[in-house]
């Protein structure tokens, strides 16, 4: 079993930037493909950004494509959202998610249901 927990959610003004970071609790996390998912009051948990288990293949929302950026460190057992030029749009709680499948070839990677590690969530608030 691995567990993730993301951080650095918080309060910003539109314009401004976020780090999330979510750490992983083993270290066979490194073989893990990694995604960064959304979900805003009332509405179903969406896709914001994937990463494979060496970092070399990155797939992102058409809604934050330019913005934000997915990366890991495998030494640290750690994947990162970069999140620049915010808007209040943006607001929601972020989830990190891990696929437990050394094989997993990256298909559907937009679909929540193919993940089946998730963190507990941090909240993302941008003002106006």
């Known amino acids: 079993q691995v567990q993730l927990v993301e951080s650095g959610g918080g309060l910003v003004q539109a314009g401004g930037s976020l780090r999330l970071s979510c750490a992983a609790s083993r270290r066979t996390f490194t073989s893990y493909a990694m995604g960064w998912f959304r979900q805003a009051p009332g509405k179903e948990r969406r896709f914001v950004a994937h990463?494979?288990?060496?970092?070399?293949?990155?797939y992102y929302a058409d809604s934050v494509k330019g913005r934000f950026t997915i990366s890991r460190d495998n030494a640290k057992n750690t994947v990162y959202l970069q999140m620049n030029s915010l808007k209040p749009e943006d607001t929601a709680v972020y989830y990190c998610?891990?696929?437990?499948?050394?094989?997993?070839?990256?298909?559907?990677?937009?679909?929540?249901?193919?993940?089946?590690?998730w963190g507990q969530g941090t909240q993302v608030t941008v003002s106006s």
């Open positions: 998610a891990g696929r437990g499948d050394p094989k997993y070839s990256g298909s559907y990677y937009s679909l929540p249901q193919s993940y089946n590690y």
């Open positions: 990463i494979n288990w060496s970092g070399g293949i990155t």
